[in-house]
């Protein structure tokens, strides 16, 4: 039963993961704009742009594990078969 529950939390095809760095993307713009009304000027701008290049290496990470994960399991698969 917990294996099911945590098959739940796995990203497993590139769509999903798009989907999370869509969720990601979406706060991260929202908490962007927070700045700029918070901390006006040059700072406010800066602490936006931090928050969408996170999200720009958060995205790219979670696209290299899904990448790797994925040909690890096509390379076991293959080792499986030429046994």
Same mark, same amino acid.
């Given at each position: 039963?917990? #294996?099911? %529950?945590? /098959?739940?939390?796995?990203?497993? #095809? /590139? %769509?999903?993961?798009?989907?999370?760095?869509?969720?990601?993307?979406? =706060?991260?713009? #929202? /908490? =962007?704009?927070?700045? #700029?009304?918070? &901390?006006? =000027?040059? =700072?406010? &701008?800066?602490? %936006?742009?931090? *928050?969408?290049?996170?999200? %720009?290496?958060?995205?790219?990470?979670?696209?290299?594990?899904? /990448?790797?994960? *994925?040909e690890a399991r096509e390379a076991a698969e293959?080792?499986?078969?030429?046994?």
């Open positions: 039963m917990w #294996t099911k %529950f945590k /098959r739940l939390f796995v990203i497993k #095809t /590139r %769509f999903e993961a798009y989907l999370i760095i869509y969720g990601l993307a979406l =706060g991260a713009m #929202t /908490r =962007g704009a927070h700045y #700029t009304q918070e &901390y006006p =000027g040059v =700072g406010g &701008y800066l602490l %936006f742009a931090a *928050t969408a290049g996170a999200v %720009f290496l958060g995205g790219a990470k979670i696209l290299d594990a899904i /990448r790797y994960e *994925t293959a080792a499986e078969d030429s046994e």
